[in-house]
């Protein structure tokens, strides 16, 4: 059997507990916290392409492989984009080799994660707890 002091303190316990899930849960129900980071490298890749298309690609084509070039991908994606920058000194033949990468590796643009719906400490509810003594 607990005292009632110590029983009392997980009563506080649980109070903290659920205010930081509230907190944490709504953190990532707002959209803008969802949006990934896009590392330079990748902008810099997306605009020589929205700057300098190919000339064989529809406006559409053009936004798509922007829409995929701005995505959260990991490094070696990343380095691959890179080596498409450094291929050569002109826009033009950078912004070619940048689409045959998006085509060789079969990349697609980005959909974000739903955002979760907001709660409130009233939908946060404790089903068991246990105390060791």
């Not at 899930?21 to 980071?37: C, H, Q, T």
């Not at 810099?44 to 298309?53: I, K, L, Q, T």
């Not at 080596?83 to 689409?99: F, G, H, R, V, W």
Request: charged letters at 30%; a negative charge; one cysteine or more.
């Amino acid at each position: 059997m607990l005292e009632d002091a110590v029983a009392s303190r997980a009563f506080d316990a649980w109070e903290r507990a659920r205010a930081d899930i509230v907190e944490k849960w709504n953190f990532m129900s707002d959209k803008a916290n969802l949006e990934p980071r896009i590392p330079p490298r990748l902008l810099r890749a997306a605009d020589v392409v929205r700057d300098h298309p190919p000339a064989s690609m529809t406006q559409d084509e053009i936004d798509r492989a922007i829409d995929t070039i701005r995505a959260p991908y990991p490094e070696r994606t990343i380095r691959t984009f890179q080596s498409a920058l450094a291929s050569s000194p002109e826009p033009a033949e950078q912004s070619e080799q940048i689409i045959r990468v998006i085509r060789d590796l079969g990349l697609h643009p980005y959909v974000p994660p739903e955002p979760l719906p907001e709660v409130t400490p009233d939908d946060v509810y404790c089903v068991t707890w246990l105390a060791l003594i």
